[in-house]
């Protein structure tokens, strides 16, 4: 399928440490995207990159792809208590989109 | 700006009852519409997603169906819910199909 993994399924880090997540999907895709979910809510878009970038930065984030690997990554700088949430990778394939499973990050105080 | 609304926020129903679960989007027009389902502690699954009014796509053979009578309005049914339909619905919208997804907060239907 062409459903994405997340990797680790959990995370647990101290508040100022940088969080790590990644992300492997199995064909090509035209981008690839990086939602987070708060519990009990619904997702919300934190970056889009395209099959032909190699790296995108907003703020803290910083998400690379590698599309000969099949495979990105979610950078958390300088992480927050309030970054706890689950982040979920998304692939497309025609109209629609394959999200993965997720990693939850739990980032101390 | 554009926003989506989807209700109830939670719902308990006994097995062998209907559901209608409804979205509805806000200051945009032909959006795509998308209805997901989420067990505890997992992904995503893609149930339904609408390119436009009236055309429907099926992801996952199963007792529910959708229907988008209006542009902006997209709705979750079932003539008899199962044990195995209880989890987290959402509905979610976006431009065009590779564009950011935009995601409502969420039903929780529980199944008694």
């Known amino acids: 399928s062409q459903q994405g993994e997340e990797d680790p399924q959990a995370l647990s880090i101290q508040e100022g440490e940088n969080a790590t997540m990644n992300c492997s999907y199995k064909t090509s895709i035209n981008n690839l995207q990086w939602y987070r979910q708060n519990s009990g809510r619904g997702l919300v878009h934190l970056i889009l990159?395209?099959?032909?970038?190699r790296e995108k930065h907003s703020g803290r984030l910083r998400v690379t792809l590698d599309t000969s690997k099949k495979s990105s990554s979610l950078l958390i700088t300088a992480s927050r208590a309030a970054d706890t949430a689950s982040y979920f990778c998304?692939?497309?394939?025609?109209?629609?989109?394959?999200f993965g499973t997720g990693t939850s990050l739990t980032v101390i105080p | 700006s554009q926003t989506i609304h989807q209700w109830p926020a939670t719902l308990v129903q006994p097995v062998g009852s209907p559901l209608s679960l409804e979205c509805t989007v806000e200051g945009t027009s032909n959006p795509n519409l998308y209805w997901y389902r989420q067990a505890a502690g997992r992904g995503l699954q893609l149930l339904f997603y609408?390119?436009?009014?009236?055309?429907i796509s099926s992801e996952v053979p199963q007792n529910l169906s959708a229907s988008r009578p209006q542009d902006r309005q997209f709705i979750l049914s079932s003539k008899k819910l199962l044990l195995s339909d209880s989890g987290f619905y959402l509905c979610a919208w976006s431009d065009s199909s590779n564009q950011p997804q935009h995601f409502g907060d969420g039903t929780r239907l529980s199944i008694l």
């Open positions: 998304a692939t497309d394939a025609g109209n629609q989109f394959y």
């Open positions: 990159i395209r099959s032909n970038e």
């Open positions: 609408s390119v436009g009014i009236g055309q």
